[in-house]
């Protein structure tokens, strides 16, 4: 059977970039960027995201293209006679579900969130009504599980229409409206009376705030934001590698995706920052930002129900083009693996992936006894520790090592596979540094992952 192809390289563009950009850019990015000194974080996050993030997403699109297969059999086609690359695919399977398993449930709150905006559900709150919605959502497990089903039902159902007629089509359409949304709410919040202190606080380099954080503390923020914003390690990128030709070389391809995702974030803090300043509150970290924050501030905002609307329609967009992106890759399993009709794939996963999703809703209500990282974790902290914090930085080693020893597939060919097609040509002098120094840096990541959760 002949394998899909993207109809255009805006396709693959796009869905690449949707399946990077989530809500990670729009409630961590603002946050740790303000924490750690505003413009001056950004040049040092830029120069990681080059040095580090890139060249691992450059990796994983050339295994998937030069296979023209999934994680599930990329590694099976490239492997030499003998070697054991192959078993990585079950971590890479797990990697994928894990992720959705909590993702789904977020993706469900943002449709709730858009719903109650519109319909006026927040009109008259306070903070202290914001933060009691909030709590009132997370003890509610039957309206969790029904918004986390029917983002299940719509992706999967997006899925199975195939690649150019359903996961391509409906991609292109949410990431133009994303981004056009975006702009249209950091211009809003730009001209908001009292923005321009949250402005100058984002976007002006402040060095002491270097100091009082360290600079260790700082390049670790730099480092973890590169990693964890583009999703690679667990061949989420890689599929798309495989539904791509020859005609242009994947540093170029791989650069654009990068800015697409950084422009996101950035814009993120455009929106966010001045709106925090001209209201007079504090940026939060997590979830009590973009739920409990903003929602006060759209409160007191004139239109504040159409601009908050828009946002959570924003948000809803982000999350809805990584859940697509991350079940194409899922269903592809499915395909490679059992040689199932895509129809056939979507039923299937909407039923296994709709239960390995209830631990997450149930964690805060039903199961809200279960602690599993101390007191005030749930089961979602410890499903997202798992996938950003070991099979995130440990699949990007197995990437990084297969692509680059002479015991995988090796440097010479994953280079002629990168440069294949023109635009920018990936550097050969990079091999000492990609062979040696990249994994030290990614182990790095990885324990002091651990450090920072635990100590």
């Not at 089509?169 to 009376?193: D, Q």
């Not at 007191?300 to 809805?320: E, Q, T």
């Not at 020893?405 to 440097?411: K, L, T």
Request: charged letters at 10%; one cysteine or more; glycine letters at 10%.
């Amino acid at each position: 059977m002949e394998r899909e192809k993207f109809s255009s390289r805006l396709g693959f563009i796009l869905i690449s970039a949707g399946c990077a950009i989530g809500l990670g850019n729009v409630w961590r990015f603002p946050y740790i960027v303000g924490k750690n000194g505003g413009a001056a974080f950004v040049m040092v996050y830029l120069l990681f995201l080059v040095i580090f993030g890139l060249p691992i997403m450059v990796m994983e699109l050339s295994v998937g293209r030069a296979s023209q297969k999934s994680a599930a059999k990329s590694f099976d086609v490239l492997q030499k006679s003998g070697q054991k690359w192959h078993f990585y695919k079950f971590f890479a399977i797990i990697g994928n579900y894990m992720l959705m398993m909590f993702y789904t449930t977020i993706a469900g709150w943002m449709f709730i969130y858009f719903i109650k905006t519109i319909t006026g559900g927040f009109a008259g709150l306070n903070q202290q009504g914001t933060t009691d919605a909030f709590n009132n959502l997370l003890s509610n497990p039957v309206l969790m599980t029904g918004a986390m089903i029917l983002v299940v039902v719509i992706c999967f159902s997006c899925c199975a229409l195939g690649l150019q007629n359903g996961v391509e089509k409906i991609t292109k359409i949410m990431m133009v409206a994303l981004l056009f949304l975006i702009g249209i709410l950091a211009v809003h919040s730009l001209l908001l009376e009292g923005g321009l202190k949250g402005l100058k606080f984002y976007l002006l380099p402040d060095f002491q705030k270097f100091k009082e954080n360290g600079i260790s503390n700082v390049i670790f923020d730099a480092m973890g934001q590169a990693f964890f914003t583009l999703s690679i390690g667990i061949g989420s990128i890689a599929i798309f590698g495989s539904y791509i030709d020859k005609k242009r070389s994947l540093t170029g391809e791989s650069l654009t995706i990068c800015l697409l995702d950084l422009f996101v974030a950035f814009m993120a803090g455009l929106i966010i920052f001045p709106a925090c300043s001209a209201f007079g509150v504090n940026v939060g970290e997590g979830p009590g930002l973009v739920f409990v924050t903003l929602p006060n501030i759209f409160n007191h905002m004139s239109g504040g129900r159409i601009w908050g609307s828009l946002f959570f329609l924003f948000m809803s967009f982000a999350a809805l083009s990584t859940v697509i992106a991350v079940f194409e890759n899922i269903m592809s399993f499915s395909l490679e693996l059992f040689h199932v009709s895509r129809k056939k794939a979507a039923i299937v996963n909407i039923l296994l992936v709709s239960l390995l999703s209830m631990p997450c809703v149930l964690g805060y209500n039903v199961l809200s006894n279960i602690t599993p990282l101390g007191e005030g974790s749930t089961i979602l902290d410890l499903e997202d520790f798992i996938v950003s914090n070991n099979l995130l930085p440990l699949g990007s080693l197995v990437y990084v090592a297969f692509c680059t020893w002479r015991y995988g597939w090796g440097f010479k060919n994953f280079l002629k596979e990168a440069n294949s097609g023109r635009g920018i040509r990936f550097p050969k002098w990079t091999r000492i540094y990609l062979t040696y120094l990249l994994p030290l840096l990614i182990l790095y990541i990885f324990i002091q992952g651990y450090i920072s959760k635990f100590s």
